[in-house]
Nanobody, 119 residues
Framework: VQLVESGGGLVQPGGSLRLSCAAS????????MSWYRQTPEKERELVAT????????NYADSVKGRFTIWRDNVESTVYLQMNSLKPQDTAVYYC?????????????WGQGTQVTVSP
């Protein structure tokens, strides 16, 4: 299983970025997909999640109204559109896949992509 994130970079406050996470080696529709982020000062936190067929999404309060998660089950890719970025959004962003067809199913992580919001 591979999860490969892309789209991170340096952006000014108020700007936008779109992250992508391409999955391979798994049946994509058997997995809920999530984005997490982590900084050296904080534990990894959940940013957004989307269920297997995109019926439900959930967001951290800190990103509601600014970030949007969606998925393309044909392309096995999940996206995170980040608008109105703030310096406190600076972090390494990780993609996570969680198997949904059994209790305690496998969880997979990508390698992370750095997002830096700075003037």
């Amino acid at each position: 299983v591979q999860l490969v994130e892309s789209g991170g970079g340096l952006v000014q406050p108020g700007g936008s970025l779109r992250l992508s996470c391409a999955a391979s080696g798994l049946t994509f529709t058997n997995y809920h997909m999530s984005w997490y982020r982590q900084t050296p000062e904080k534990e990894r936190e959940l940013v957004a999640t989307i269920d297997d067929f995109a019926f439900r999404t959930n967001y951290a309060d800190s990103v509601k109204g600014r970030f949007t998660i969606w998925r393309d089950n044909v392309e096995s890719t999940v996206y995170l559109q980040m608008n109105s970025l703030k310096p406190q959004d600076t972090a390494v962003y990780y993609c996570q896949a969680q198997y949904t067809r059994a209790i305690g199913g496998a969880v997979y992580w990508g390698q992370g992509t750095q997002v830096t919001v700075s003037p």
